[in-house]
Nanobody, 114 residues
Framework: QVQFVESGGGLVQPGGSLRLSCTASGFIFGGAVMKWYRQAPGKEREFVARIGGTGRRRDYADSVKGRFTMSRDNAKKTIFLQMNSLKPEDTAVYFC???????WGQGTQVTVDS
């Protein structure tokens, strides 16, 4: 079955960096559009970034544009989210997802706090 395992979250000070990973299984990864979402306490889940099957096309939410970079390694069936210049408002649980599938992973907690 389709599965996602997110990792790389943690506690970081404002201005710091983290790199999230998501390893997928159960479907043909190489052609799939992959996305990152996040959900802050008391808020709805929101789109963060998207990457096309080859990795050439990437789109970002305005709130993270210029600070976050999404990439993928199709051989390892893994996507990444490099997060720089983190702000307290980036605090959330981060999830990955593949277009066309309803499965979510367990997420990884990112906390930005001094």
């Amino acid at each position: 079955q389709v599965q996602f395992v997110e990792s790389g979250g943690g506690l970081v000070q404002p201005g710091g960096s983290l790199r999230l990973s998501c390893t997928a299984s159960g479907f043909i990864f190489g052609g799939a559009v992959m996305k990152w979402y996040r959900q802050a306490p008391g808020k709805e889940r929101e789109f963060v970034a998207r990457i096309g099957g080859t990795g050439r096309r990437r789109d970002y939410a305005d709130s993270v544009k210029g600070r976050f970079t999404m990439s993928r390694d199709n051989a390892k069936k893994t996507i990444f989210l490099q997060m720089n210049s983190l702000k307290p408002e980036d605090t959330a649980v981060y999830f990955c997802k593949a277009d066309g599938y309803t499965t979510w992973g367990q997420g990884t907690q990112v906390t930005v706090d001094s």
